[in-house]
């Protein structure tokens, strides 16, 4: 174990600085035995794993859709889509949630996705993300930065090529997302700012005592959460259009 591992045992043991697990018990929280469950860009279920399909039931399920084709072979959905445009192959009114995590950074054009989205879900059904604030030194560093620097550093990080995607941050700060969110019919249920453990500052100790200083600087107050590195979402689709 190195040392910035250690380091990050020592500083970040608590699940409350783990962002997947705080998305995760949202989810949990919203579904009910019998729910139509989509993860959009669920890809091969290996970056985020769950155990949705007890919560869903033998009525319920949990359906896979991305434009990468393991998720054919996700082991955690009842069955997957290969997505090959912006529309999403489904009937209107199909599902009780749609949850996304780490995808609406990719999404070039938020009308057209989030009105795929609202066609999708059932009236009173949720929209649940997890995605990156554009307004984080994470995010600003990656958009002042060509996408061969970021497979580079992302590779220096340990993570696979094939998971590694362009971004555009369309959809990634509390007022976009408000805005787009409200253009297309949703309803805010909650909305809120999340800083983790500087997972991207590992590569060397000073830079990552650096990220936890920063870390507990935007955690201390209100006032620094448009600088915290996630937004977590939980809109509606209204039972009323």
């Known amino acids: 174990m190195g040392k910035c591992d250690r380091l990050k045992k020592s500083y970040y043991s608590a699940s409350q600085y783990d962002n997947d697990s705080v998305f995760l018990e949202m989810i949990e929280t919203n579904i009910s035995s019998g729910f139509v469950v989509l ?25 896979g859709a991305d434009f990468d084709k393991r998720v054919l072979e996700n082991p955690l959905i009842h069955y997957g889509v290969v997505l090959n445009g912006a529309g999403l192959p489904f009937d209107d009114d199909t599902f009780d949630i749609v949850f996304t995590r780490y995808v609406l950074e990719h999404v070039a054009d938020p009308d057209e996705f989030l009105i795929e989205i609202c066609r999708v879900l059932k009236p009173g059904g949720a929209f649940l993300f997890l995605t990156p604030n554009k307004w ?13 620097f970021h497979e580079f550093y992302n590779k220096k990080r340990g993570q696979e090529e094939t998971d590694i995607f362009p971004t555009v941050y369309r959809l990634n700060s509390r007022s976009a997302l ?11 249920k909650e909305l809120k700012m999340r800083e983790c453990c500087p997972n991207y500052l590992m590569l060397a100790v ?19 959460s448009g600088l915290r590195v996630n937004i977590l979402g939980h809109f509606v689709k209204p039972t009323n259009p």
């Open 136 to 148: 984080h030194y994470v995010c600003i560093g990656a958009r002042c930065t060509p996408h061969r």
């Open 39 to 63: 993860d959009l860009g669920a890809g091969a279920g290996h970056k985020f794993i769950y155990n949705l399909k007890t919560k869903v039931g033998s009525t319920g399920q949990i359906v």
């Open 178 to 188: 408000r805005h787009h969110l409200k253009k297309e019919g949703f309803v805010e």
């Open 206 to 224: 000073p830079l990552f005592l650096m990220g936890v200083a920063y870390e507990r600087l935007v955690n201390a107050t209100e006032l620094l």
